[in-house]
Nanobody
Framework: VQLQASGGGDVQAGGSLRLSCAIS????????VGWFRQPPGKEREFVAA????????NYRDSLKERFAVSIDNAKSTLYLQMNSLEPEDTAVYYC?????????????????WGQGTQVTVSS
């Protein structure tokens, strides 16, 4: 396993969660990494991504005020801080590594995926 997501759970609307994704740097080196989510019955969608050096970020427009992506290179861990959660944020959240170093929103540019972690937000 080269990407391992964790931190999902059940939370009330308005609450916060922080997702983590442990990354095997031996395999990935200088790649962008990101988060996607798949709500029930819907397509997988982009959430946020970050370049491996942490300087470049990219967000889904509707989430940038509430979500923050970050990376700890020393720990080889990707994070997603989610605040003011809404029931519409309920989804399985996936971390992924891109083919290159640009934090693209296109899922086709990510060729390594971790298993998902479920986030359920109740009203």
């Amino acid at each position: 396993v080269q990407l391992q997501a964790s931190g999902g759970g059940d939370v009330q609307a308005g609450g916060s969660l922080r997702l983590s994704c442990a990354i095997s740097t031996r395999s990935f080196g200088d790649r962008a990494v990101g988060w996607f989510r798949q709500p029930p019955g819907k397509e997988r969608e982009f959430v946020a991504a970050i370049g491996w050096n942490g300087r470049t970020t990219n967000y889904r427009d509707s989430l940038k005020e509430r979500f923050a992506v970050s990376i700890d290179n020393a720990k080889s861990t990707l994070y997603l801080q989610m605040n003011s959660l809404e029931p519409e944020d309920t989804a399985v959240y996936y971390c992924a590594a891109a083919r290159g170093n640009f934090p693209t929103a296109s899922p086709n540019q990510y060729n390594f995926w971790g298993q998902g972690t479920q986030v359920t937000v109740s009203s």
